[in-house]
């Protein structure tokens, strides 16, 4: 609450100030666009969809605000300045929680403003090179995710041409669907190598994340398992809300698990999992995921 109070306490200043001194310099920030970490020894990151919403800008280290992109900025400032942004992402998918991705890089410029003209930048980011991922792409015909006892759907692996999209998908995504006889679906993941358990080990007390791109009419909870020599302790945490049919579009959520991790004992490895009842009312409905990316230091 004191950062929204205070980011809003800026905003009237600014405007303030703007209205006293009509000739400010202006600062326009498109579109963030986050491109491959070239690093030696740099992990694979997957497919690099990502929905960088907002931005934090400081410049010559003073915070100015943050502000959803594209958008155009007055500055009551000229000359040489060192303008820093930060991606920012809507934590869990809140809308009204604004936080920087702690796993991306910042963008830089050293950029000259004189008044009355309007300086346009491009911001730029990739994942810093000591980033783990543990990704289920959907790229291959096997999948990580197994269906529970109880589920009487599953989940296939399709490339449905209605709502593929070649810069998400790739090749393929996870899909499934939900009727009145098929009517829920509980999965979990098991990342392995070559038949192996990998056991994910996320670290406890540090920022992990899990990513997921989906295009669904039908909600999904996502959930964090534990696994340990004392048995399996289970944390559903964010709901994956449902379109409507009519407008249904691929979008992209950042799950913050750090307190879930850190919430358990005396565990071994981690795993996720995903529950869904179909919609009420509804005869047929459809969950859609793609690039499930457990992101971590």
Known sequence: MNKI???????????SCIKNNPDPSWLEITAWDLIVNTAPNTNNAGVLTHDFSDAWVYVDNELVGVFELPVKIPLLI???????????IKNNGISATKKIYPFVEIFEVTLNFIQNETITINPVTKYVSTVKFNIEDFEDTSTIITEGPTSSSSLTV?????????AINETGFGRVLLDELNNQWI?????NENGAALNMNLPQGREVYLEIDYYNTNSVVSGLIGVGNS???TNPNVQLNFQDASNVKWKK????LKEAVSG????????????ALIK???TNTEINIDNIKAVYF
């Open 264 to 275: 358990m004992a005396n565990i071994d490895y981690y795993e996720f999992s995903f529950e």
């Open 187 to 191: 999965a979990s993941t098991l990342f």
């Open 158 to 166: 399709a490339n449905t041409p209605s709502i593929f999209d070649p």
């Open 253 to 256: 959520i950042y799950i913050d």
């Open 280 to 282: 009420a009312g509804e």
């Open 5 to 15: 109070t205070l980011l809003f306490g800026l905003f009237i200043v600014l405007n």
């Open 231 to 233: 048995g399996i302790t």
């Open 78 to 88: 000229s000359g040489d300045k060192v303008v820093k942004i930060f991606p920012a």
